[in-house]
């Protein structure tokens, strides 16, 4: 499994960008869901992004589309979530998290319904506070 590192959070007014970084280590030659989640308190988890390894395309739910992008860079091992137009409503901790597949279409399965349960590895979660 993955060993995933989060950072990049922090306070940011309304209107304003964050991008967290989720730097990975364990990497085999299979192939990888790997998304972020958010938790606000009394909240369930939320997968906002997911980008599958085989074809990097990227997946994410209504609330955050055209705000939020995911992105991978190979060379680096990190996964990026670049966040635009923070609104309050997108406070929480954000997680990195992974799961390894198989078959390319597990990833981009895995990907499309974004469930915390078929996640296997997760990394400590960042906090991202959007408040004036």
């Known amino acids: 499994q993955l060993q995933l590192v989060e950072s990049g959070g922090g306070l940011v007014q309304p209107g304003g960008s964050l991008r967290l970084s989720c730097a990975a280590s364990?990497?085999?030659?299979?192939?990888?869901?790997i998304g972020w989640f958010r938790q606000a308190p009394g909240k369930e988890r939320e997968g906002v992004s997911c980008?599958?390894?085989?074809?990097?395309?990227?997946y994410y739910p209504d609330s955050v589309k055209g705000r939020f992008s995911i992105s991978r860079d190979s060379a680096r091992n990190t996964v990026y979530l670049q966040m635009n137009s923070l609104q309050p409503d997108d406070t929480g901790i954000y997680y990195c998290?992974?799961?390894?597949?198989?078959?390319?279409?597990?990833?981009?399965?895995?990907?499309?319904?974004?469930?915390?349960?078929?996640?296997?590895?997760w990394g400590q979660g960042t906090q991202v506070t959007v408040s004036t």
């Open positions: 998290a992974s799961r390894r597949v198989i078959v390319p279409a597990a990833a981009q399965a895995v990907c499309i319904t974004r469930r915390s349960l078929d996640f296997n590895s």
């Open positions: 364990g990497f085999t030659s299979d192939y990888y869901a």
């Open positions: 980008i599958s390894s085989s074809d990097e395309r990227t």
